[in-house]
């Protein structure tokens, strides 16, 4: 024995009889003293058990292969592992005495090899209700490339990059280090690495309770009487109609199913191929490290992303489908589950405010227009213009420069002007630009929001060149300056040693550096505020996208669903386990020789707000950490280019409930054809059914059980 | 004196399993009792009240519609029994010194302020945190949560994926502080037990003396030194 201190765990489920009849404990026996019961049969004998357990009599008419419980379990067999309610009855030293009844809410055990006992109680999850309990929270993203859309570096965000790397890599280090600490390796014991197997047993434990309870009367003796002559008419009656009805049935699905079913697969197929060369348009780069047009466009990784769940549900679809093959107790698909319909009612919610979205566009559209193009020539032409006349004619008692800001004034308002020229001759076009985007948000309200941030990307693209031009305008005075005031001092930077270096001038060198130095120093203050307001506008429109990004991921990610299940039915979405000891002084038996029990509650944590929230949490993070750095603030303090937010960072939240991967045509045809062999089963099984329901005649029946 | 030092209790109904709970409660004697209800019986009509004002303010902005009239009480546990009763509030004293207060202040201050008094009255009095040590299973830590609306947070760490609980010291303000952690196997961060309270070093201590023995079989020599 492994067990040195005699420490005897049980778990026992919260729905185990409170009668104080004699009874059976059946249960797995994951080591010596480590036992975990799953039912109590009552009214029938210990070694009958014991025997059916063996031959697996009490497992008969289980609607899928047992072994796989076995497996799942990790035990190669079901034991009796005790009696309850029998004091006086002999048992093995590793076998419990149980005592249960009305009276007591806490089974009391004795064991003869036990010094201490743990039991732990626990309320059996519902499989058919999808509930289950684990140690580690439920994933809702499908986490396996999650973390590779992370970590793809793009060329922009390098440097943010390494700098976590670095982070990351010092923390490791410190982790490396604290394992120095632990002097003494304890070695695992069996029942410190039964946990696992454990969870999976109370998983399957109320199937395979239902099972046994079932079969409970194959043990006992009783004897069947035949059949009366009145039954028997009945029974055969009934098994005419069965037949009549078996043989439409078998009509419908040999005929008409197959025909409907491969029709339907045709259609999907042609549907896959057409989304298939849509995404390749749209995935299209002209050399690799290109952008492609859904790295552009918020519209075209709006259809990107669409096309991609359609192409992704029917593999899910599937996938999930198989679960109808296995026992419900096999818990590894329901993550899948949550995620399918989660994407479903999702676009579903989309499509539904969609409708009402763009109807009511369409309704409008010639107000909605009118309005969007007063706001358009309101704020990003005539405010533009009525600034920069202002930052010509000395902002707030500011005494620039006059010819500079006049110069860079008119530059930029001829800009203005010929642009809003441009725009002006777009104007008749824009109802029917509303009336499409309306059109389009029947494909869901994601739509139009997407086609909105486009449009507004491309209508303030005068914006977007103007701070690029005073970007570069400023930050080359910048490096001027910076250079000239090296000179100043008489320095110099050294490219090489990359540090500053004395250095002798000449005196006309000295006399015209210093010369333009001050000039340009002079001109600074103009240039700077031509800038910031231009800076001051980008950051306002970079602000909008966000907003209507956020927006964006708020209708193609929520987790709508996990959060309906989370307040309809917490168990569906386990977090964990948590064990919460009970006070045992109340239920301590007057019977002296007890052995030091302590009683524990195992219940099943769920899955915490946070957590269902958490890619939020990571997206949010990713935002600040990007916009909110100190490099970014001297990004704009410098000049320099202020690299807006990768694409793909912003939509990790998205594609985390898409696989890295998609699925080929091949494949998809491959998952949809193979199916058939399992739908083609059911005549078989109906045939079953009916040689079943032929058998009961006979006595002792054999049925076939269906869902 | 609702509450005192942080101290220890431990429950150990078997050798194989025991908690700690270290908490700022007192033990419950009569008077303290008293205080606790008298306590609750004043957050209760701060709370009300608080409502009552709200509800002025709602009840003198244009949104509001009149509350029907019910000629006898509904039966109790009804939306129409909430409307009664505010029927019956609205023109009683208290009722009308809170339309008075809600039509002087601006609803810019009203706001913020009752969701502030309102958090202040859901707050806990105590704070308790337990370990929790069961052989041959893992620890579980819990930290009872900062207002009545939500439950003790825990956490279990199964015995495999514990690499070692150790005493550590850290600088906390002006002061040096013991405390307790876990080191879980694969995980970057270290768990504290007792984050919010960290009790003094004679507890942590012997929580650490009572988790080590109780959690490994007795077999496995003696305890290293801690870190």
Redesign the interface.
Same mark, same amino acid.
């Given at each position: 024995m492994p067990?040195?201190?005699g !420490?005897m765990?049980v778990f026992w489920p919260l729905d185990a009889p409170r009668t104080d009849s004699p009874g059976i404990i059946v249960g797995w026996r994951n080591s010596g003293l480590?036992v975990f019961v799953v039912a109590i049969l009552e009214d029938v004998d210990a070694r009958n058990v014991e025997n059916a357990l063996k031959i697996g009599t009490l497992f008969r008419n289980a609607s899928h292969p047992i072994e796989r419980i076995y497996q799942l379990c990790g035990q190669s067999s079901m034991h009796v592992l005790g009696l309850a309610n029998t004091p006086e009855a002999d048992v093995e030293p590793l076998q419990m005495h149980a005592t249960t009844g009305p009276g007591l809410r806490e089974p009391q055990i004795s064991c003869a090899r036990a010094a201490?006992?743990?039991i732990?109680m626990f309320e059996r999850p519902l499989p058919n209700r999808m509930q289950y309990i684990s !140690?580690d929270p439920i994933s809702l993203a499908l986490g396996d490339q999650a973390e590779k859309t992370v970590h793809a570096p793009g060329s922009v965000d390098a440097e943010e990059e390494k700098e976590e790397m670095r982070n990351k890599e010092r923390?490791?280090a410190l982790?490396e280090k604290?394992?120095l600490?632990?002097?003494?390796k304890?070695?695992?014991?069996q029942?410190?690495?039964a946990?696992s197997r454990i969870v999976n047993q109370i998983n399957c434990s109320w199937e395979l309770h239902k099972l046994l309870q079932q079969n409970i009367s194959l043990v006992g003796t009783r004897s069947r009487r035949s059949l009366s002559v009145s039954e028997r008419v009945v029974e055969s009656a009934t098994s005419m109609r069965d037949f009549v009805v078996m043989a439409i049935l078998q009509l419908i699905t040999v005929y008409i199913y197959p025909t409907v079913r491969r029709a339907f697969i045709i259609g999907l197929l042609g549907h896959r191929v057409a989304a298939e060369a849509l995404l390749l348009v749209l995935e299209w780069r002209a050399r690799p490290d290109y952008a492609a047009l859904k790295d552009i466009s918020a519209t075209a990784q709006q259809v990107e992303i669409r096309l991609q769940q359609f192409c992704y549900w029917p593999m899910q679809y599937v996938t999930l489908r198989k679960r109808k093959d296995d026992w419900e107790s096999v818990t590894t698909s329901h993550a899948d589950y949550i995620r399918f319909y989660n994407s479903l009612w999702l676009v579903a919610n989309d499509v539904i405010i969609g409708i009402a979205l763009g109807s009511y566009i369409i309704d409008n559209s010639a107000w909605v227009a009118e309005s969007i193009s007063g706001v358009l020539s309101t704020y990003s032409i005539a405010a533009l213009q009525r600034t920069i006349s202002w930052l010509m004619d000395w902002p707030a008692g500011l005494k620039l420069n006059n010819e500079l800001a006049a110069f860079l004034g008119d530059l930029f308002l001829w800009v203005i002007d010929h642009w809003s020229s441009c725009i002006e001759t777009l104007r008749p076009a824009l109802p029917h630009l509303i009336w499409f985007i309306g059109f389009s948000s029947f494909a869901g309200a994601s739509m139009p929001i997407a086609v909105f941030s486009d449009l507004v990307s491309i209508l303030t693209i005068h914006i977007y060149s103007f701070y690029m031009a005073s970007a570069r305008i400023f930050n080359w005075q910048y490096t001027i300056l910076i250079s000239l005031f090296q000179l100043f001092r008489g320095k110099k930077h050294n490219v090489l040693r990359k540090r500053i270096d004395s250095c002798d001038y000449d005196l006309d060198q000295l006399l015209l550096g210093t010369i333009l130095f001050t000039l340009l120093f002079f001109l600074l203050p103009t240039v700077v505020v031509f800038y910031l307001t231009f800076a001051c506008s980008r950051m306002a429109i970079i602000c909008l996208k966000a907003i209507l990004d956020t927006l964006l991921a708020c209708l193609n990610h929520f987790p709508l669903f996990a959060l309906m299940l989370r307040i309809k039915d917490s168990q569906r979405l386990p977090g964990?386990?948590?064990?919460e000891?009970r006070?045992?002084q109340q239920f301590a038996s007057p019977s002296d020789n007890a052995?030091?029990?302590?009683?524990?509650y195992l219940k099943s944590?769920p899955l915490t707000f946070r957590a269902m929230f958490q890619q939020y949490f990571q997206l949010g993070h990713r935002i600040r950490n990007h916009y909110l750095s100190p490099r970014v603030l001297w990004c704009l303090a410098t000049g320099q280019f202020v690299p807006p937010i990768h694409r793909k960072n912003l939509y990790s939240l998205q594609y985390s409930m898409l696989p890295a991967r998609r699925a080929g045509i091949w494949d998809m045809w491959n998952a949809l054809v193979k199916t058939p062999p399992k739908q083609k089963q059911k005549p078989s099984g109906w045939e079953g059914r009916a040689n079943g329901n032929g058998r009961r005649l006979n006595g002792n029946g054999r049925r076939y059980m269906h869902h | 004196m609702l509450t005192t030092q942080p101290h220890l209790r431990t429950?150990r109904?078997?050798?194989?399993?025991v908690?700690y709970t270290v908490s700022t409660s007192p033990d419950l004697t009569l008077p303290l009792r008293l205080l606790l209800l008298t306590n609750f019986v004043l957050r209760t009509i701060i709370g009300l009240s608080v409502l009552l004002l709200l509800y002025s303010k709602f009840a003198l902005s244009s949104f509001s519609s009149p509350i029907p009239t019910y000629p006898q009480p509904p039966a109790f546990f009804t939306t129409d029994y909430v409307w009664f009763l505010i029927h019956k509030i609205t023109p009683s004293k208290p009722g009308l010194l809170a339309a008075r207060l809600a039509s002087h202040i601006p609803l810019v201050v009203l706001l913020p302020s009752s969701l502030l008094i309102l958090y202040t009255i859901l707050l806990r009095i105590h704070t308790t945190e337990s370990l929790?040590v069961?052989?041959?299973?893992?620890i579980?830590t819990?930290t009872s949560s900062e207002t009545y609306l939500s439950t003790a947070t825990?956490?279990?760490i199964?015995?495999?994926k514990i690499?070692?609980i150790?005493v550590n010291e850290a600088f906390r303000g002006f002061e040096v502080r013991y405390y307790l952690v876990v080191?879980v196997e694969g995980e970057?961060d270290?768990v504290v037990v007792f984050p919010r309270l960290l009790p003094r070093r004679q507890i942590v201590e012997s929580v650490w003396r009572g988790a080590r023995a109780c959690l490994?079989?007795?077999?496995?020599?003696k305890?290293?030194?801690k870190?």
């Open positions: 067990e040195h201190d !420490l765990r480590d201490t006992i743990q732990i !140690l923390k490791r982790v604290l394992k600490h632990t002097v003494i304890h070695p695992r014991s029942k410190e690495l946990l964990g386990i948590r064990f000891l006070d045992t052995l030091p029990t302590s009683y524990i944590v | 429950r109904p078997s050798p194989t399993t908690e929790l069961l052989r041959g299973l893992g579980q819990s825990t956490r279990f199964p015995t495999d690499q070692d150790l080191v970057e270290v490994y079989e007795p077999h496995g020599g305890d290293g030194g870190g």
